[in-house]
């Protein structure tokens, strides 16, 4: 029996509206933004994600009163350009899993 594989593109964790975008996250930690049948389905969703994106940034005004729409539409860019495909039945998308723990662990009172 063949087993199907879906696709999902996956994106990043970020921070900061984007401006911050953590490619060495795990897998499990990354946004499931949309699932496909294929492999060049989900690559072609990918490269019109990463046009849309290039494609705002160019409309985006230079002007100083439009300075977070230009810079929201970078880090829109830049997101899309670190996204990836990866086959829904990807190991790396659950996580790894510790023996013992039932929840995650919660670290109280760090201060620099």
């Not at 985006?60 to 729409?69: F, G, N, W």
């Not at 350009?81 to 023996?99: E, I, K, Y």
Request: with cysteine; net charge negative.
């Amino acid at each position: 029996m063949l087993a199907l594989v879906g696709w999902f593109l996956i994106t990043a964790p970020v921070t900061n509206h984007g401006a911050i975008i953590y490619t060495d996250a795990p897998l499990s930690q990354w946004t499931r933004r949309h699932h496909f049948d294929s492999e060049s389905d989900c690559d072609t969703a990918r490269k019109d994600l990463v046009q849309d994106s290039q494609d705002e940034v160019e409309l985006a005004p230079d002007s100083v009163a439009d300075q977070d729409t230009k810079q929201n539409a970078n880090n829109a860019l830049n997101e899309a350009l670190a996204s990836q495909c990866v086959a829904d039945d990807d190991s790396r998308l659950q996580g790894p899993r510790l023996p013992g723990l039932v929840g995650p662990r919660v670290i109280h009172g760090l201060t620099r």
